[in-house]
């Protein structure tokens, strides 16, 4: 059974930082593109940073610079360290496991929510 169990949101204020943590069950986690997704209030999900069996990383433009993206392969775990977080930041986090045709065949998880506010 496929697990995504997301953690380390909460409240935070503008320019501090988070780390995000999803810890993966029930599949080769080491072959996976990982990604993490956000979903706002009334707006789709949209893809925040991915990263590659390899390591290759990509990030959306509204996060680059500020956001990394890590995985170990050995805790099955990917990371996500926000930092200069801003108000349009606030969202649910979710990570998932995207396979090399692109698609996504897993369920998603529960998610972290993060607020940035003051």
């Known amino acids: 059974q496929v697990q995504f169990v997301e953690s380390g949101g909460g409240l935070v204020q503008p320019g501090g930082s988070l780390r995000l943590s999803c810890a993966a069950s029930?599949?080769?986690?080491?072959?996976?593109?990982m990604t993490w997704y956000r979903q706002a209030p009334g707006k789709q999900r949209e893809l925040v940073a991915g990263i590659r069996s390899g390591g290759t990383t990509n990030y959306a433009n509204s996060v680059k610079g500020r956001f990394t993206i890590s995985r170990d392969n050995a805790k099955k775990t990917v990371y996500l360290q926000m930092n200069s977080l801003k108000p349009e930041d606030t969202a649910v986090y979710y990570c998932?496991?995207?396979?090399?045709?692109?698609?996504?065949?897993?369920?998603w998880g529960q998610g972290t929510q993060v607020t940035v506010s003051s």
């Open positions: 029930g599949f080769i986690f080491s072959i996976y593109t």
């Open positions: 998932n496991a995207e396979s090399y045709t692109g698609t996504y065949p897993f369920s």
